[in-house]
């Protein structure tokens, strides 16, 4: 019976392929190199069976290897240290790290990129993206809580660019408001090199009891292996491989991948479903079914378990009875979740699969037989040692060099640049300068996006788009929380990529401090082009080299991540493009920060914290010109750790009310934001700043010095705050005050900009392109 | 007024989560004849005036360029309704 | 206050209730707000008792003297929003108890509502934002009608702001349906400044003739706590959302005298 079903669909069983060295496999177009080939061959002893090559070929792809980039990659767990160690109770390698918040409880988060599949299908690559992460996170053990979305298109004005907007934010929130996640923050930026490489990344975040933590393995000898969830049909096959390993090209259609479709209320029940498993602790290990789909699941447990499982794949439940074997090994069908469970569990762990109707197959069982063996009817059509498949692929030490071109790239700054003259020092100038850079599309209002995504729902959101960071309540009895901000700047890293990807860290670390959280873990999303290039290779090493030394300077750690090449068109690669989320810890949300001045904050005392300097290389000023040369700003990390205790602990101790850091568009940005963000207004005077800091008014404006923060004090605290900032030894200035009946920004001596006129020109922009 | 009417499917091999949704709800109800259901999209494009074979060619195209995601989904008919000529529909459906 | 556990178990309060109501939340495969809405009725001061749609149970209804149906997807909204969710087994209980003579108390919030009119227990349905986005805002309504059994802790006239978010949230019936509606002040809450999604008359919200059973789009379970939910048109966060439980718990508390 059996034979007659492997005859009849031609299944190539491990007996077939010992007996017939011979045949030729289609290993180049599964994305392998001969290399990769040959090595499958020596670690089998023979030739590899379809189902095994099948395998092979998605986990050896970059997208699941990272074989380009873990030489490098090794430097976050090199560089750790016992600070940095100390709360982590997860690192890299795991579904998602996880760090210990005390009383208990612990949070869980990691950022993830779905670029490619977002450019082909932009509303399901972005939905399936945020549906891929929320499973890492549901795979700890615990139940998501928040996503935020980090987004990079092309220009603006580009005729793709509206389809991608449209069908990507429409995903994301098609996907995550029908699971009730809150979309807490993130960001848009447009930049004529994402054109055709759109970055779509999806961050999301968990909580959990320490006792619920679950791990990716497969122990206890005897324990049965589970698939459960949608039914596996033909999605994205070979996607894993082929989409994330070469750059997509539409001169091989044949590559066209199956789309992914995600069900996000298939998603919304396994979320349930899974936190009661967890709750009755009905699961030893728990594995969701990502890229590489059951060869991963599979691989990876057993390899970080006992070692041996054993599968017969005619038990997975199929939504296209035609797939062959490779196939269903490879598929990428959503809302699929592989679970270990003893014998003992089988009968409950039923149960709760049919309280919420969702579909379970039991495919085998844990062995010490250190292989991976999968049948067909009895047929073994996979026999490896998982080990080689998920964790022993190949490892590429691949050549670097700095580019030629960026010499001549740092020495073009901006001030000595064409774009650089006639700079807007009049009042007026200054103020239609400053209309002109919060309409512009990267500092524009982004509520056009944020208002498609549900940010209230669970109750717990203290702060969301477009303050410094999202926060979420985790305890309501305690005010327990976390606060989560992504950053990058593709301008910064393209300049300098050791600096721009530190610059990433410390904006993230600093936009968390000052919502008044404590940084505590990194997760970081590495958008880079091809690695085959050597300056591509050059600018990816030098970025993570400078992310994991600010980490230790810091002191905190990468607890997981992404890394997402070939993220470009022919030649062209897009800006390097570290995306870089910190998590931090609130004792109680209610001390958290926003980011504006607020209603009952008349005559509060506006100060700006941290020096300025002529620092426009890089900026979006400099990119209102088009100009992108010379060196990023300077950082400084001691500064950053400085102004990050003033913020965190005048937040602590009711010292300040508001709070915003400057980052792009520099002080112009944030003044015009926090007057914005709740409409109240404001007085300021530039004088003693321009003086200190040897600045003109322009500079005092645009510059985009870091480690600086814009903070309103109450008039009782004014002695307090300057106290700690002086004993800290940490430059602070007086800029003016809140004025709750100035229905505008004053800028004294300079102009006044209504906030009704500011309004308009900040939120005109994205319903002007996209409708 | 004419009418030219597109339908439009998700391709066979993609996954249909609202057809899924419903095929599991119908046996709840008692409807157990149905083993599976997939769920499309109707259009109907009003044409003044005559329907001649180079509108139906538009008509076509729009369907296979903007009315369906290509990526996802079929035109499975095209086909003209002329209510004012008879009960009948004018122009037998063609597969596209 | 006690805190809302991980898993949906939605009672287990520690701290004792103000009063001794129990309101039933009932959760659907897809709803989402459940736990906002059981964390509403306990800030508001009586017990919250999980309902499951799929309960069979001659007394699946447990006793409560209210019901919530709070928002969400309830089967990914497919078909139609609410129009899967609205053939449970526990809805039948639900329909029939409103319509009693004791007229259970239930108020459908978002996908609430919808369900609430696929269960014909209100009339008109809700299509897609005529903007065809899903818009998620801090939203003011007029209360319309404050004799209700979900509203009558507000001044008649009454502007709240809660939070809108939704997909499907326009308001539609024939002009017979709306004539009747607004003849018999069954409009229960009308958007206020901007219509955010189209709905006929503006209308945000509407109740059964007997005042038992309201519905409305936009999320009262959303606006409990200061710092949580929608900024109000003062500036100031909101709360007004606590006067829909006050209401029901009012109203609970004088037929019990």
């Known amino acids: ?771 | 007024m004419p009418r030219i009417v597109v339908d439009v499917m998700p391709k066979p091999e993609i996954l249909d989560p609202q057809g899924k949704a419903i095929v599991g709800a119908l046996p709840r109800l008692g409807f157990t004849a149905f083993s599976g259901v997939r769920q499309g999209k109707r259009f109907e494009l009003t044409v003044d005036g005559e329907v001649t074979e180079e509108i139906l060619e538009q008509a076509r195209n729009a369907a296979a360029t903007m009315l369906s995601n290509p990526v996802i989904e079929d035109v499975v008919n095209v086909e003209v309704l002329d209510e004012t000529a008879s009960e009948d529909v004018a122009g037998a459906p063609e597969a596209v | 206050m006690s805190e809302t556990p991980l898993i949906a178990d939605l009672g287990g309060s520690e701290t004792a209730p103000l009063t001794d109501a129990k309101i039933g939340v009932v959760t659907f495969p897809g709803t989402l707000d459940d736990r906002d809405a059981a964390r509403a009725v306990r800030l508001a001061g009586a017990t919250p008792v999980p309902l499951w749609h799929a309960d069979t149970d001659p007394a699946a209804l447990r006793g409560v003297d209210a019901v919530v149906i709070p928002g969400g997807f309830s089967y990914g909204d497919y078909l139609r929003a609410g129009a899967i969710a609205r053939f449970a087994p526990l809805m039948a209980k639900i329909v029939d108890a409103a319509n009693s003579i004791d007229k259970l108390p239930v108020l459908g919030i978002c996908n609430g509502f919808q369900i609430l009119t696929e269960a014909h227990l209100l009339p008109g349905s809700m299509v897609k934002n005529d903007h065809l986005k899903f818009i998620c805002r801090d939203q003011t309504l007029r209360v319309e009608n404050n004799r209700t059994a979900w509203t009558n802790q507000y001044a008649d006239g009454q502007e709240i702001t809660i939070v809108l978010k939704n997909q499907d949230g326009q308001y539609v019936a024939d002009e017979k349906t709306l004539d009747e509606l607004e003849a018999e002040g069954r409009v229960a809450f009308r958007y206020v400044g901007w219509n955010p999604n189209g709905s006929r008359r503006g209308i945000a919200g509407i109740t059964n003739s007997a005042g038992n059973v309201v519905g409305l789009m936009p999320h009262p379970e959303h606006a409990v706590e200061p710092g949580f939910g929608p900024l109000g048109a003062d500036g100031h966060y909101s709360t007004d959302g606590l006067g829909f439980f006050a209401s029901v718990l009012s109203q609970l508390v004088g037929e019990a005298k």
């Open chain 1, 1 to 771: 019976m059996s034979e007659t079903t492997v005859q009849k669909f031609n299944i190539d069983t491990v007996e077939h392929a010992a007996g017939t060295p011979d045949v030729e496999l289609p290993w180049a177009e599964l994305g392998l190199k001969q290399n990769e080939f040959e090595e499958i061959v020596k670690l089998l002893d023979r030739r590899p069976t379809a189902a095994e090559l099948a395998m092979y070929s998605v986990m050896w792809s970059e997208h699941c290897s990272y074989k380009s980039s873990k030489v490098h990659l090794r430097q976050f767990g090199e560089k750790l240290t016992d600070e940095m160690k100390k709360d982590m109770m997860v690192g890299i390698g795991e579904n998602a790290g996880v760090t210990d918040l005390g009383d208990g409880w612990a949070v869980t988060f990691k950022v993830e990129s779905h670029n490619h599949p977002s450019f082909v299908e932009p509303y399901q690559g972005a939905a399936t993206g945020i549906g891929g992460i929320v499973r890492d996170i549901i795979s700890m053990g615990a139940r998501p809580v928040a996503v935020m979305d980090p987004l990079r298109f092309g220009a603006i004005d580009h005729p793709d660019t509206a389809r991608l907007v449209h069908g990507i934010v429409s995903g994301i929130g098609g996907y995550g408001n029908s699971l009730g996640l809150p979309n807490i923050g993130g960001e848009v930026v447009f930049d004529s090199v994402y054109q055709a490489n759109p970055l779509v990344n999806a961050l999301a975040v968990g909580v959990l009891r320490h006792e619920d933590l679950r791990l990716a393995n497969a122990s206890g000898v005897g324990n049965r292996v589970v698939l459960f969830g949608a039914r596996t049909g033909g999605d994205g096959i070979g996607g894993a491989s082929v989409l994330a390993s070469e750059s997509f090209d539409d001169s091989k259609p044949s590559k066209r991948p199956a789309v992914q479709v995600g069900d996000p209320f298939a998603e919304k029940v396994l979320i349930e479903c899974c936190l009661e498993l967890f709750k009755h602790s009905l699961v030893e290990g728990i594995q969701d079914l990502g890229a590489a789909g059951i060869s991963c699941a599979t691989s990876e447990l057993a390899s970080n378990g006992e070692g041996g499982m054993r599968v017969e794949l005619t038990n997975v439940l199929l939504r296209d009875p035609t797939l062959t074997p490779g196939e269903i090994l490879m598929s990428e069908s959503q809302e699929r979740m592989m679970a270990v469970v003893t014998p003992e569990n089988v009968a409950e762990f039923e149960k709760v699969m049919e309280k919420w109707n969702v579909e379970f197959s039991w495919l085998g069982e844990v062995t010490d037989s250190g292989r991976l063996v999968i049948t067909w009817e009895g047929a073994t059509i996979v026999d490896v040692d998982p080990r080689t498949v998920a964790h022993e692929g190949p490892v590429y030490n691949r050549p670097f060099n700095r580019p030629e071109w960026l010499d001549q790239v740092q020495a073009d700054g901006f001030r000595a640049s064409h774009a650089g003259a006639d700079l807007p020092a009049a009042g007026d100038q200054l103020r239609a300068a400053v209309l002109e850079l919060m309409a512009s599309p990267n500092m524009c209002d982004k509520s056009w996006v944020t208002k498609q995504y549900d940010h209230y729902v669970g109750g717990n959101t203290a702060l969301a788009s477009p303050d410094d960071a999202g926060v979420i309540r985790v305890d309501e009895e305690t005010g327990l929380g976390v606060a989560i901000s992504t950053d990058a700047n593709g301008r910064y890293a393209y300049l300098d990529p050791y600096t721009g990807a530190q610059l990433a860290l410390a904006e993230s670390y600093r936009n968390v401090a000052t919502s008044g959280a404590v940084p505590m873990a990194v997760t970081d999303c590495l958008n880079f082009g091809s690695p085959e290039d050597p300056e591509v290779m050059w600018q990816f090493a030098e970025a993570v080299r400078g992310l994991a030394d600010a980490c230790q300077t810091l002191g905190i750690p990468v607890t997981g991540g992404n890394v997402s090449l070939y993220n470009q068109t022919g030649t062209t690669a897009i800006h390097p493009t570290p995306v870089v989320g910190v998590l931090g810890k609130f004792d109680d949300v209610d001390r958290r920060t926003p980011s504006g001045w607020q209603q009952n904050a008349d005559g509060q005392a506006i100060y700006l914290l941290g020096t300025t300097r002529d620092e426009l290389d890089g900026s979006e000023f400099a990119n209102l010109r088009g100009h992108l040369g010379g060196l990023p700003p300077k950082l400084d990390l001691e500064a950053e750790k400085t102004l990050g205790a003033i913020l965190i602990n005048a937040s602590r101790d009711g010292m300040i009310d508001s709070a915003h850091d400057l980052s792009e568009g520099g002080l112009a940005a944030a003044l015009s934001e926090m007057v914005l963000r709740f409409g109240v207004g404001a007085r300021i005077a530039l004088d003693d700043l321009c003086a200190r800091d040897g600045v003109d008014a322009f500079t005092a404006l645009f510059s985009e010095s870091q480690a600086r923060a814009v903070v309103a004090v109450p008039r009782s605290e004014e002695v307090r705050f300057n106290d700690m900032a002086t004993a800290r030894q940490f430059p602070v200035v007086r800029l003016g005050v809140v004025d709750v009946l100035a229905t505008a920004l004053e800028v004294q001596g300079l102009f006044d900009l209504p906030i009704a006129e500011l309004r308009e020109a900040h939120e005109g922009t994205l319903p002007k392109h996209f409708g």
